[in-house]
C-alpha cells in the first residue's frame, strides 16, 4: 500500500477564526513522496475547510495521485457508544447521524449547536452523562458543565486509543484547552460527506479495507511528534503541526514502516473506536522526520535538527 501524497488536517470544531491566519484554528498541509510539498493552509471555518480538502482531494486523484488523509480528531467513541445512537456498533453509520446533525459551519449563530447535540445525545443514557462541558453562557439541557457532576451513564471515560496516548483527552468533553469532543463531532459529521462524495474511490482506516481506495482516511495526532515540532520562525504551531506530521509519514512510507503502521490496530479500534494511526511508534515517527525522505518533504535544513536531540533525551 503506497501513497503518491499525505494531507494533514489539524481540525477545529469552533466558529469562525477570521481571514487573518491565527492558532488553534484549521490548517492543512501537504506532503509528496517524490519530495514535493505544499505551504500549509489556513482554513477560517468548518465550510470553507471541507470545501478546500475536497477539491484539493479531487485534484490529486485527478493528477493520478494516491492520498492518505489524516485528521486530528477521534475517528470513534467507547464502544457501545454508536448502538446507542445509531442501534448498531457501526461507526461509520455514526458519522452519516453527525452529517444529518451538523451541516457545515460557518460559524453563524443560527447554526445548529454542537453543545444542544450533547445534551440531547446525553438522553439516551442512563444518569448524567457521558457528555460534559457549555462553552454557552445559558444552560444547555442535559450537560453539565463539570465533568464531576457526570454518573451512571455506563459508558467507558477513554478509548483504547486515549488510554494509550499520553495526554489525550476523552471524546466526551466539549471544550476547554485540549478537549476534542467539539472536534469528533462536526469532524465525523463532514468526513461523512467525503465519504459521499469520493464513494467507492475513498476507504476509512482502520474500519475498511484499504488496499484499493485512492483515498485513505486515518485519525492522526500530532503530538505523537513530540518536541520533534518545532515551528519556524512565525510559523503557527499548527501550521508547523500538519507539515511536519505529513511529512514523517512520508518518510516512514520512504523507510518501508507505513504499512505496518495500516497493519496495526487492536480489534476494537478495527470494530467500533478508531485508532491513532502511529501510536505506539513515537520514536519511528521522529526518525522517519528527519531521514532524507522526511526533511525533504518538511522543507527542514540538514543541520536544523538531530535525532538525539528529539529522541534520547
Known sequence: MRFDSVLI??????GDRGPRPVKDAIWAGL???DGGREAPVYLRNRAVAEDWIAATLARERAAGRRVLAGFDFPFGYPAGFATRVVGRADPLALWDWFATELPPGRGTADEPCRFALAGRLNGLFPGIGPF???????????????????????????????????????CWQMGGAGAVGSQAMTGQAALARLRRRFGADLAVWPFQPCDRAGIVLAEVWPSLLGRAVVPEPAEVKDAAQVRLLAAALVGMQAA????????????????????????????SLTRALLSP???????LGSASMTCEDTVND
Open 31 to 33: 506532503a509528496r513522496a
Open 256 to 283: 518501508g514502516h507505513l504499512a505496518d503502521l495500516l497493519a496495526t490496530a487492536p480489534e476494537v479500534a478495527k470494530a467500533e473506536e478508531g485508532w491513532i494511526l502511529g501510536l505506539g511508534a513515537e520514536d
Open 132 to 170: 460534559w462541558f457549555n462553552g454557552r453562557r445559558d444552560d444547555v439541557p442535559g450537560l453539565p458543565r463539570k465533568g464531576n457532576a457526570r454518573q451512571g451513564h455506563g459508558m467507558a471515560e477513554r478509548r483504547l486509543a486515549d488510554s494509550r496516548a499520553k495526554g489525550a483527552f476523552p
Open 293 to 299: 525522505s522526511g526533511r525533504a518533504a518538511a522543507g
Open 9 to 14: 488536517t489539524d481540525w477545529s470544531g469552533g
